[in-house]
């Protein structure tokens, strides 16, 4: 089957850098995504990896070790508006679904 | 384009009763998903659906049943409501090109209460 595993909290200060780490199984392997989601709302689409290596997208970065089913975010210049929470999600098994890890609550202090 | 939509925003049912959240989509997706996500648990996989007239089971499809009949719509219905049953459940959708199918649009939700 599938399963991932990321830190349930993570709280960092305003300004500064923060990783959030994931580890997946996964008997096949597509790809592995990131979503952010506020209190009360949905989950948006962050970034999305398939190949190692490190993905820009603004403040936002996202990595991937596919030899240690390893990736993690990067949250740069941390605004308040950040708190949320986040969840890695990996494409892959044997028919290819989507599944999201537990996530992952980011608390920002000022 | 609207997007993801998902009624009913919420719904109270009584223990046994049946219901169907209904999802639709105006991008063409041809995957579609539901999830149910409840404190803790993040988010799980309910069924899912390739293309139409094609669904599979997710992570937990027990007491669930899925339709694809068009492209655009997905419903969830629940047979006999149960209290584990209560749950916020969102909708989803992509493409699946390659790189595309990893990027899925949530709808809003649907927060159920079963009593």
């Known amino acids: 089957g599938q399963s991932l595993e990321q830190p349930s909290e993570v709280t960092a200060v305003e300004g500064a850098i923060v990783q959030i780490n994931c580890t997946y199984q996964t008997s096949g392997f597509y790809g592995l995504s990131w979503y952010q989601q506020h209190d009360g709302g949905a989950p948006t689409f962050l970034s999305y990896?398939?190949?190692?290596g490190l993905e820009e997208t603004g403040r936002f970065s996202s990595f991937l070790s596919r030899s240690d089913s390893y990736g993690y975010l990067l949250l740069q210049e941390l605004q308040m508006k950040d708190s949320a929470s986040y969840f890695c999600a990996v494409r892959g098994g044997r028919d290819d679904k989507i599944i999201f890890g537990k996530g992952t609550r980011l608390h920002i202090l000022p | 384009n609207a997007g993801v939509t998902q009624t009913p925003k919420f719904q109270v049912l009584k223990t046994g009763q049946s219901m169907t959240l209904q999802c639709a989509q105006d991008m063409n997706h041809e995957y579609m998903s539901w999830y149910r996500q409840d404190p803790g648990m993040g988010l799980r996989l309910i069924h899912y659906?390739?293309?139409?007239?094609?669904?599979d089971q997710g992570e937990v499809p027990n007491g669930y049943n899925v339709s694809r009949s068009t492209t655009e719509d997905f419903p969830l219905r629940l047979l006999s409501a149960a209290p584990s049953q209560t749950s916020v459940y969102f909708c989803?959708?992509?493409?699946?090109?390659?790189?595309?199918?990893?990027?899925?649009?949530f709808g809003p939700g649907t927060r159920l209460t079963v009593l």
């Open positions: 659906s390739v293309g139409a007239g094609i669904t």
């Open positions: 990896n398939a190949l190692d």
């Open positions: 989803a959708s992509s493409y699946t090109d390659s790189s595309s199918y990893n990027e899925q649009f």
